[in-house]
């Protein structure tokens, strides 16, 4: 079973400033990765998958990379609306149940 | 559009039984397998299981087995969740997902539906 960590678990941020978040898989997962973010009562959305590709409408601040098992997203310039818990979610073995405990952005 | 709308907040008991849907629209139902996420109180995500309205073919993640029901009604383009004993600990907030296949064996939660909240109290 693969197992998806993220780190860190907290990142303070000053809005306009570039953050990054990794995610290591236990095991090799490809490049079947996607990335979701979740803001407080919301449900999570879909930001990046195949690693790399940014979902419709994702603004092009957040990018993501990697392959095997280390993977990063990063967001260019922190906006206000950023300011959320990110999760990273394999997709390599079906069905698709590792996700990584979450890394929260908050406010510096 | 592509969405998926799920059913309202439910307060139980322990004990009690419940089902819970999630209604799609914007594209093909049966084409497409469904994902349960469970997220329980200022936790992370956990899959449940996914179902393929198609054929109702279900996969239970292993903690979640023999304790929920996953299930289908065609006719009104709905999956549900179901529970027959609810206990405190299934208090947690209940995500369905669309699952977008990349390849044959490949899939990842492309939209969400807004989440069920369900809390189980004495």
């Known amino acids: 079973e693969v197992v998806m960590t993220q780190s860190p678990d907290t990142l303070s941020v000053s809005p306009g400033e570039r953050a990054t978040l990794s995610c290591r898989a236990s095991q090799s997962i490809r490049s079947n990765l996607a990335w979701y973010q979740q803001k407080p009562g919301q449900a999570p959305r879909l930001l990046i998958y195949?690693?790399?590709v940014r979902a419709a409408g994702i603004p092009t601040r957040f990018s993501g990379s990697g392959s095997g098992t280390e993977f990063t997203l990063t967001i260019s310039s922190l906006q206000s609306a950023d300011f959320a818990v990110y999760y990273c979610?394999?997709?390599?073995?079906?069905?698709?149940?590792?996700f990584g405990q979450g890394t929260k952005v908050e406010i510096k | 559009e592509v969405q998926l709308v799920q059913s309202g907040a439910e307060v139980k008991k322990p004990g009690d039984s419940l089902k819970i849907s999630c209604e799609v629209s914007?594209?093909?139902?049966?084409?497409?397998?469904i994902a349960w996420v469970r997220q329980m109180p200022g936790k992370g995500l956990e899959l449940m299981g996914v179902i393929n309205p198609g054929d109702s073919n279900t996969i239970y993640s292993p903690s979640f087995q023999g304790q929920v029901t996953m299930s289908v009604d065609k006719s009104i383009d709905t999956a549900h969740l179901q529970w027959s004993s609810l206990k405190a600990s299934d208090t947690a907030m209940y995500y369905c997902?669309?699952?977008?296949?990349?390849?044959?064996?490949?899939?990842?939660?492309?939209?969400w539906g807004q989440g069920t909240l369900v809390t189980v109290s004495s």
């Open positions: 195949g690693a790399t």
């Open positions: 997902g669309r699952l977008w296949p990349t390849s044959i064996d490949t899939y990842y939660i492309d939209y």
């Open positions: 979610h394999q997709y390599n073995n079906w069905p698709p149940r590792a």
């Open positions: 914007g594209y093909s139902f049966t084409i497409y397998w």
